[in-house]
T-cell receptor
Framework: DAKTTQPPSMDCAEGRAANLPCNHS???????VYWYRQIHSQGPQYIIH???NNETNEMASLIITEDRKSSTLILPHATLRDTAVYYC??????????FGAGTILRVKS | GAGVSQSPRYKVAKRGQDVALRCDPI?????LFWYQQALGQGPEFLTY????????KSGLPSDRFFAERPEGSVSTLKIQRTQQEDSAVYLC?????????????FGAGSRLTVL
């Protein structure tokens, strides 16, 4: 069972990097870690995922510890539009994504 | 279409009424998922389809909830005899292929309010 733990909320100054932590100590060796975000009144939006190695795409970077018990999502230059709930998600057998409560990220000018 | 389309966006029902929520996935996407999101909570899995086959319905909260995808494209989530606790946003998502990473595209959701 891929349960994850995230802080309930974080603040970040506009233009600075936002570093969102996630603990997933129960994740198994072949389970991906996914990050999605949800802006108010919209559906969740995929950001990035990873298994063992660090990953980077046009939206963010994902740093996964060597023991795979935790990860950090990095938004390199946060903007006001990045204010959202960020979900760190494990997957259960059978294609199910298990969302937790997420982290509310507030980007402030 | 370009994205996942859900209708209606907002639905108000009286307790005991039946409701039907529609999802149009991205054209050609094989997998389709339904999630329920209560106010202030993360989405919770309800059910998913591969083409027309419903492979997992373990998250459906009661036998009042029923989902179908008869031709492997459009899906309908039906809730019979609605109760106040059914009030939530119902999210639909689709994925291009069955296997591989769970990169889902979500719709904006249907907000159901049961009075």
């Amino acid at each position: 069972d891929a349960k994850t733990t995230q802080p309930p909320s974080m603040d970040c100054a506009e233009g600075r990097a936002a570093n969102l932590p996630c603990n997933h100590s129960t994740i198994s060796g072949n389970e991906y870690v996914y990050w999605y975000r949800q802006i108010h009144s919209q559906g969740p939006q995929y950001i990035i995922h990873g298994l063992k190695n660090n990953e980077t795409n046009e939206m963010a970077s994902l740093i996964i510890t060597e023991d795979r018990k935790s990860s950090t999502l990095i938004l390199p230059h946060a903007t006001l539009r990045d204010t959202a709930v960020y979900y760190c998600i494990g997957e259960e057998y059978g294609n199910k994504l298990v969302f937790g409560a997420g982290t509310i990220l507030r980007v402030k000018s | 279409g370009a994205g996942v389309s859900q209708s209606p966006r907002y639905k108000v029902a009286k307790r005991g009424q039946d409701v039907a929520l529609r999802c149009d996935p991205i054209s050609g996407h094989v997998s389709l998922f339904w999630y329920q999101q209560a106010l202030g909570q993360g989405p919770e899995f309800l059910t998913y389809f591969q083409n027309e086959a419903q492979l997992d319905k373990s998250g459906l909260p009661s036998d009042r909830f029923f989902a179908e995808r008869p031709e492997g494209s459009v899906s309908t989530l039906k809730i019979q005899r609605t109760q106040q606790e059914d009030s939530a946003v119902y999210l639909c998502a689709s994925k291009a292929v069955f296997s591989g990473a769970n990169v889902l595209t979500f719709g904006a959701g249907s907000r159901l309010t049961v009075l």
